[in-house]
C-alpha cells in the first residue's frame, strides 16, 4: 500500500466516480482504477461497490476510508514540519 493509492482510494470516494477521481488526480482512469483494485486484492475485499451509481463505499470500505483519511492527514503534518 502506498501514500499514492490512499490518495486515489479518498478521491474516488469524494467523487463517487472513477473518471472524475482520475481527473481531480492527474492520471488515466484505467491507472487509478488498477491501483484500488490492487488495494482490494491487499487487503481482501471490496472497497466500492461498482455496480452502484453513484459509486458507493462497502460497509468494510468506508472503514479503510477512514484510516486513510488518518494516514494522510497525518503524513501532510509531517511533511509540513
Known amino acids: 500500500m502506498t ?3 490512499l490518495e486515489y482510494l479518498l478521491a474516488v470516494h469524494q467523487h463517487q466516480n472513477f473518471l472524475k477521481a482520475a481527473d481531480a488526480c492527474f492520471v488515466t482512469q484505467p491507472t487509478l482504477s488498477m491501483q484500488i483494485q490492487k488495494l482490494e486484492e491487499e487487503f481482501e475485499l471490496k472497497i466500492f461497490d461498482r455496480r452502484k451509481q453513484p459509486i458507493a463505499a462497502t ?3 468506508l472503514e479503510i476510508i477512514e484510516y486513510a483519511r488518518n494516514v494522510i492527514n ?3 503534518e509531517l511533511s509540513s514540519l
Request: hydrophobic residues 45%.
Open 59 to 61: 460497509p468494510a470500505g
Open 74 to 76: 497525518a503524513a501532510h
Open 3 to 5: 501514500l499514492q493509492q
